[in-house]
């Protein structure tokens, strides 16, 4: 991974590589930021720079030897922790060592731009939710004891470091404060909130922001050769999110099967048919899965934003197909500032619910619930 292919961020592209020009490269480094901005690519690029042979004045070579075992995600310094759990192929004991190459063939086709969801759907993982558990913890540090095969380096990257558990945390606590000689740790996360302190403590801390609107829009046109008009549009969307703006313009099928869903709940919360209602959510939700509820749920968020866009007469601003606008235009007088907060937070809260295992039927019914008496407060 090349710094040239990321995404914005130069002045967080210039500062690592005038660490390594300076010989101060931290052993534990934190890239915190919000999903979509590129963290993983970062670390990897940076990983990639360190241990480049023939560095250039402002990225690697992508020639040497190094770079090139770099650029297929297979170099034997270059070491992994991840989320997994059981599934079809490990039906017990998880780790990340056994799912590498499912992991390799994911980070190529995204380019390095992981989210969490599309992570488990390769992992075919259903209801269950991933973790970074004491097995990895033991692995990454009997590696990281032995001697670099061949790089000055040895390089450890934990993605989604807050699905490290509290047992595999504390294992890496004294490798994370006094890691053997020339080996860099960097932990890349979405929330600093669930890290736990004595890890973080123990970090150097790189932030990350999300990608500036410019800069995403003439991304999307490079990439996908739209016009401006267009990527305007998805970049006003995405929010400095490369994985949503992506999503956007490749118009995938889950945002269909989505809005119809949407369109069912709202109607039966509306008239609050707890009949329907139930076979609804026995039927049409709990069949989804756990990611695929919370990508729902944010879907539905995103909705009630728009109603308030097309309320306030900001319609043009709204990238959807016809069908979902004309929904829009007929739901959105229900939605007004009286009762937008308390469905933003209902909707959040849901999302952080399904996240940590709540029971989706009960979540849903009781969502269902509150949506039916928020509408009276229009």
């Known amino acids: 991974m090349l710094f040239s292919q990321i995404i914005g961020h130069e002045d967080i592209k210039k500062k690592l590589i005038q660490s390594v020009k300076d010989n101060r490269v931290a052993h534990a480094q934190l890239f915190l930021g919000p999903e979509g901005t590129g963290k993983l690519a970062l670390a990897i690029a940076y990983a990639q720079y360190i241990n480049c042979t023939n560095k250039k004045e402002n990225d690697s070579c992508g020639e040497c030897p190094s770079c090139k075992k770099y650029n297929n995600i297979a170099h034997p310094d270059l070491h992994f922790l991840f989320p997994t759990t059981t599934n079809k192929k490990v039906k017990k004991d998880p780790e990340s060592d056994l799912f590498l190459t499912e992991w390799r063939e994911y980070l190529m086709s995204c380019g390095s731009y992981a989210d969490q969801s599309s992570w488990y759907d390769v992992l075919e993982v259903e209801n269950k939710q991933g973790s970074i558990n004491v097995n990895d913890a033991t692995t990454i540090m009997r590696k990281l004891n032995l001697k670099a095969y061949e790089a000055e380096y040895k390089v450890a990257i934990i993605w989604m470091a807050e699905k490290l558990n509290v047992q595999a945390a504390n294992k890496l606590l004294k ?10 740790f960097i932990l890349v996360s979405e929330n600093q909130e669930e890290l736990l302190t004595t890890v973080r403590s123990r970090t150097m801390l790189v932030k990350i922001p999300a990608i500036p609107f410019g800069v995403l829009k003439n991304a999307l046109m490079h990439k ?22 992506s999503h956007f313009m490749n118009e995938q099928d889950d945002d269909q099967i989505y809005f119809r869903l949407f369109q069912k709940w709202m109607r039966y919360c509306f008239r609050f048919s707890a009949s329907e209602l139930i076979d609804f959510i026995a039927n049409d939700i709990k069949t989804l899965g756990r990611e695929k509820q919370k990508e729902f749920l944010a879907y539905g968020l995103e909705m009630f934003h728009n109603a308030v866009l097309f309320n306030n007469n900001l319609s043009s601003c709204i990238l959807l197909p016809d069908e979902e606008k004309n929904f829009l235009n007929n739901f959105a007088p229900f939605i007004s500032n009286n009762n937008i907060d308390l469905i933003s937070e209902l909707f959040e809260e849901s999302i952080n619910q399904i996240e940590r295992n709540g029971n989706a039927s009960l979540i849903f019914m009781d969502d269902s619930f509150k949506i039916f008496n928020y509408f009276k407060m229009k």
Do not use: R, Y
């Not at 490798?175 to 860099?184: A, F, G, N, R, S």
């Open 175 to 184: 490798l994370l404060e006094e890691p053997p000689e020339k080996t860099v």
């Open 224 to 245: 996908f050769s739209c016009d401006a008009q267009h990527a305007d549009k998805v970049a006003m969307m995405a929010d400095g999110n490369w994985i949503l703006a």
